[in-house]
């Protein structure tokens, strides 16, 4: 399984990105899919996952209200659409994909990240 994260790049405060992520070389349905991130110096958090169907999301607090994670099993990607954009956001965001990541916070694969970087 290969999963390939796209979107990131420099927004100033208040602005809005949207995160992508491609699953390759396996089934996406399968999986409940999430992002994670990585601040300079700091350990890798959740920040939010969906299950398999899509009718179910979890949010960490400090995004729940400003980002909204959804997915299309047709074309196979993951979203992160991110809104309200704070200088505490700038971090590396991974996708993940796990079998139990949804329920668990359990990561299976990991794709590269990709650079948020919030200036205020």
């Known amino acids: 399984v290969q999963l390939q994260a796209s979107g990131g790049g420099l927004v100033q405060a208040g602005g809005s990105l949207r995160l992508s992520c491609a699953l390759s070389g396996g089934t996406f349905r399968s999986f409940g899919m999430g992002w994670f991130r990585q601040a300079q110096g700091k350990g890798r958090t959740f920040v939010a996952a969906i299950t398999r169907s899509g009718e179910s999301s979890y949010y960490e607090d400090s995004v729940k209200g400003r980002f909204t994670i959804s997915r299309d099993n047709a074309k196979r990607r993951l979203y992160l659409q991110m809104n309200n954009l704070k200088a505490e956001d700038t971090a590396e965001y991974y996708c993940?994909?796990?079998?139990?990541?949804?329920?668990?916070?359990?990561?299976?694969?990991w794709g590269q990240g990709t650079l948020v970087t919030v200036s205020s």
């Open positions: 993940a994909a796990g079998y139990f990541l949804a329920t668990e916070r359990r990561a299976d694969y």
